[in-house]
């Protein structure tokens, strides 16, 4: 085997294990996540707490799955009233743009 051949293997399976961490790790974990930032002291999937259960919120927005990713993340960040009933969701400010996307998408794909 040529030196050349060699020196190429270990850029290729670096390049190949990169692809495949990003590909793990690129997301945020929606289902992991909702457990970590304390979602569920007002939130169960199926049970109504203080707030809706995920799976009556997937119910009804699943129309437009896509563009309420960015709405529900937005309200998941700086909270928000008037949807669900009279208590507000408080604003949940340690949370990021993208675990509050990673949560919604994780919301939506509740059936
Ligand atoms: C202090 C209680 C509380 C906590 C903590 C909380 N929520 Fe809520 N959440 C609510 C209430 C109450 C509503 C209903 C608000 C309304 O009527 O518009 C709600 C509504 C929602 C909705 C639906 C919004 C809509 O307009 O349909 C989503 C999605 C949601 N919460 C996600 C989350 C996530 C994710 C977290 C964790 C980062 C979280 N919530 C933490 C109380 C809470």
Known sequence: MSEYATAWKLPAGLFALLTFAAAVYGEPDGAALVAEKRCVACHDETEVLLGPPYRAIAARHAAQADVMVEVLARKIILGGAGNW???????????????????????LALD
């Open 85 to 107: 009933g009279v208590v507000p969701m408080v604003p949940n400010e340690h949370v990021s743009e993208d675990e509050a996307r990673a949560m919604a998408r994780w919301i």
